[in-house]
């Protein structure tokens, strides 16, 4: 899988980890930043990674900031964009079974490392459960069409 990484300087270290754990896993990165734990801003980078995703340069995006609070908010701004923030497995299976989530947002402040890349492992192999949450998935496509 094709997955765009981005961080603020609170997420860059586990922004880091992630990145060498999708390698090992065998995953392509494309990482959108930031390059050190200098204090940067975090729309800057959830940008980049939603519209990686939006346009389908990658399959699948991963956001890390302090909470995961400010990357989610600013990715779901973008059409197409289902941003997820997950605390846990059980979040991290459902935003992907049900809300067919394409960006995942963590928060490296709440998340120890080995939790959070227990997250990302369910994340990325767990498929969309389709049927029922189809229609919903539509439904959110439709208000972003007719939203101002
Ligand atoms: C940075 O201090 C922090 O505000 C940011 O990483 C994030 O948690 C915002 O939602």
């Known amino acids: ?22 390698i090992s896993k065998g995953h392509e990165v494309i990482d959108f ?14 940008k980049e990674v939603a519209l990686a995703v939006q346009k389908g340069e990658a399959d699948r995006g991963i956001l890390v900031c302090g909470t995961g609070i400010g990357m989610s908010i600013t990715a779901n701004k973008f059409k ?16 992907r079974l049900h809300n067919d ?30 049927g029922r949450h189809q229609k919903r998935i539509e439904l959110i496509s439709s208000i972003e069409k007719s939203c101002p």
């Open 101 to 130: 989530a394409n960006v995942l947002c963590l928060g490296d402040r709440v998340l120890g490392e080995d939790l959070a890349l227990s997250i990302v492992e369910v994340w990325l192999n767990t498929p969309f459960e389709g």
């Open 80 to 95: 197409g964009v289902r941003a997820a923030l997950c605390l846990n497995e059980y979040m991290a299976r459902m935003s």
């Open 33 to 46: 930043g930031t390059t050190d734990g200098e204090s940067t801003h975090y729309p800057l980078f959830a």
């Open 1 to 22: 899988m094709k997955v765009a990484l981005g961080s603020d300087h609170a997420g860059f270290r586990l922004k880091e980890r992630i990145k060498e754990f999708l």
